[in-house]
């Protein structure tokens, strides 16, 4: 309890001079004051350092550098995917199947060298190229392919063929 008194009495000393209220006051501002210039001081510090960069650049100009950058990969990458798009819409007209069936084209002869071979696209079109090989003379024979169908008869070797050619297309 002395110590509240003792305090109350210097508090009502202070207040009773004027002078000593307004030197109080100026001391905490102050003191305040230099709190505040001492953590903007930081805070600047830091900042300044950020805009410097990891390089000793400018964060501005790496930022822009940046930008710049990207910019140039999207236009690489929208090139490329007009690229891949042209190869793609091309590759569907090559040959991407291909069957072939060896045999017998008659009961006489041995050794399975008469074939069917099917060239067929990414549509299913294509050609189906038969060699029929006899003793004493080759025939070749070339029948179209659209969307795996022909309009010619297929025997059925041609048509092994052709079913072989669609399943590696797919």
């Known amino acids: 309890m002395e110590v509240f008194n003792s ?12 002078m000593n ?21 930081r805070v600047l510090r830091t900042y300044r350092n950020l805009l410097r960069g990891v390089r000793g650049d400018n964060l501005e100009e790496i930022l822009r550098e940046y930008v710049e950058r990207m910019g140039t990969t999207e236009r690489k990458l929208e090139a490329l995917e007009d690229v891949i798009e042209d190869v793609h819409s091309q590759s569907q007209r090559h040959f991407q199947g291909v069957g072939a069936v060896r045999f ?16 067929l696209n990414g549509k299913g ?10 003793r004493e003379e080759s025939r070749v024979y070339a029948k179209p392919v659209k969307g795996g169908l022909s309009e010619y008869a297929l025997s059925k070797e041609e048509e092994t063929a052709v079913q072989q050619a669609l399943m590696l297309d797919q």
């Open 125 to 134: 079109d294509g050609v189906v190229l038969s060699s029929l090989y006899g």
């Open 7 to 18: 305090l109350y009495e210097a508090i009502s000393v202070i207040m009773k001079d004027p």
């Open 104 to 119: 017998d084209a008659f009961e006489d002869m041995g050794g399975k060298q008469s074939f069917a071979l099917a060239l």
């Open 21 to 41: 209220v307004l030197t109080i006051l100026f001391t905490a501002t102050t003191a305040l004051f230099l709190i505040l210039n001492l953590q903007i001081s």
